[in-house]
């Protein structure tokens, strides 16, 4: 078993066992991972009290005891001689058979990719929607624009478009549509009025102000 199953095993039992666990658990538990790794994964080996509560920051020896005595009891380490006292160290072993038999972890976090994944579907729908539904009014606008290509300059009328179908990424509506009324003839005659003969020069342009 590599350090990668033996992980694997603690996180299905924490996951099993919530009201049991705490992070001082896992991080008695990798150390000791770890410590078995740098002495080349040996069948026992000692385990100094003092070291580890040094390199974990753990202040009371009794509780590093008693999360210790946690490991033992649910199968996750093997006491092969007990330390009488901080400056001494346990004997122990990493038991390497402790594999779970369940998969409760696997399918919560599958569950949770997949809820995760149809967040995001959903989420891109609705823009998507949004967005063809926006495009499909601005069509429509730009079909009753044409109505007046005869009578108004083109330049004019791509700037009336531009002007009046302009909207920010999260506005559900775009400028025309916010008016409390509009009418295409009357706002291009206004807009044509108060051009002061813009249109007649074509580098020239008119914004409503």
């Avoid at 967005?131 to 009753?144: G, I, S, W």
Wanted: net charge positive; charged share 25%.
């Amino acid at each position: 078993m590599n350090s990668y199953e033996l992980s694997r095993a603690w996180f299905e039992f924490s996951f099993n066992n919530p009201e049991k666990i705490n992070p001082t658990h896992s991080a008695i538990y990798f150390f000791a991972i770890e410590h078995c790794n740098r002495l080349g994964w040996k069948d026992k080996f000692g385990f100094p009290s003092q070291m580890v509560m040094e390199a974990l920051g753990i202040k009371n020896w009794r509780t590093y005891t008693k999360h210790l005595n946690d490991l033992i009891d649910w199968g996750f380490i093997k006491l092969i001689e007990k330390s009488q006292n901080q400056y001494s160290s346990n004997i122990i072993a990493i038991v390497k058979n402790t594999i779970s038999t369940t998969k409760s972890l696997d399918k919560a976090l599958q569950k949770h990719s997949t809820k995760q994944s149809h967040t995001i579907v959903s989420i891109n729908k609705q823009y998507n929607n949004k967005q063809v539904t926006m495009n499909n009014r601005k069509a429509e606008f730009n079909k009753l624009l044409a109505e007046h290509k005869e009578k108004y300059p083109e330049k004019m009328l791509d700037e009336f478009e531009s002007y009046w179908t302009e909207h920010g990424p999260n506005d559900k509506k775009m400028r025309f549509e916010k008016q409390t009324s509009f009418s295409i003839a009357r706002r291009l005659s206004r807009w044509k009025s108060r051009s002061n003969g813009t249109y007649d020069n074509n580098d020239e342009s008119y914004t409503p102000t």
